[in-house]
């Protein structure tokens, strides 16, 4: 499983990298889905994990007063204001392959960042989002830890994908794409925004 996990990863990040190439400078200035950064900003942050060393992530987490939050914040608008569009795609496209994976988070971490801050770009842009059998290894992969972690409180709602077969939650059954149950456990979209079908 690790290793189709991995494949996954890699392609999520080649279809980024073809997204991107093709937009258009104003795109990159879009408010993504990530409050207060841009489109440049989030492409910045998913390649972090691939221009950053140890070193470099302890000072940074020094001058951050030890959030990490904070230190990926100013990494990401740092990074996005010197770097160019072409050279932000091109960093993702050499490091497809890079084994980077999230310290206790392992190769689904990987794969989990990826995804959802890929769906921060796509969706105020209006592109395509992943197949729906990549974001069901997400939410399959995605411990009660990680899922508190963005805070979100389903209400006693059960969400269940329609082209994936995946649920999450407990309590009566709301149905929507994979891509929809994603976005609202991570507090991209409220429960409410999203059409869904009861039962």
Partial sequence: MTDRIAEETYAERARLATLLEGL????????????????????????????????RLVAGLVRARFSFDRYADLDARAHAARTSDGELV???????????RPPGGGQAGALSHDVIHGLDVTEPLGLD???????????????????????????????????????????????????????????RRALAEVPGENG
């Fill in 24 to 55: 258009e400078p104003a795109q990159w200035a879009t408010p993504s889905l990530c409050a207060g950064w841009r489109v440049r900003d989030v492409v910045a942050h998913i390649t972090m994990p691939f221009r950053t060393s140890v070193v």
């Fill in 129 to 187: 989002g992943p197949p729906p059998s990549r974001i069901e290894l997400v939410l399959r992969h995605a411990g009660k830890r990680n899922l508190d972690h963005f805070g979100v409180d389903l209400g006693g709602t059960q969400l269940a994908a329609t082209d994936a077969d995946i649920a999450v939650g407990d309590g009566a059954t709301r149905r929507m794409p994979a891509k929809d149950v994603l976005l609202v456990v991570t507090g």
């Fill in 90 to 100: 091109s960093l993702l496209r050499d490091n497809v392959r890079h084994p980077w």
